[in-house]
């Protein structure tokens, strides 16, 4: 999910689609808070890792 994030952030920055560029940082702070909290072993939902 960061991967995907970080990849919709550069294709928005570069083709000047400001909607993908929106969606980059959205799924990359998603991704990289879930990564967080799978970490730390905190479970979230019923799923105790990511």
Do not use: K, N, Q
Request: glycine residues 16%.
């Amino acid at each position: 999910m960061i991967v995907l994030g970080v990849l919709l952030l550069i294709l928005g920055v570069v083709l000047d689609i400001s909607i993908l560029y929106t969606l980059g940082i959205i799924l990359a702070v998603v991704g990289v808070a879930l990564a967080i909290l799978g970490g730390i072993g905190r479970p979230l939902g019923r799923r105790h890792y990511f």
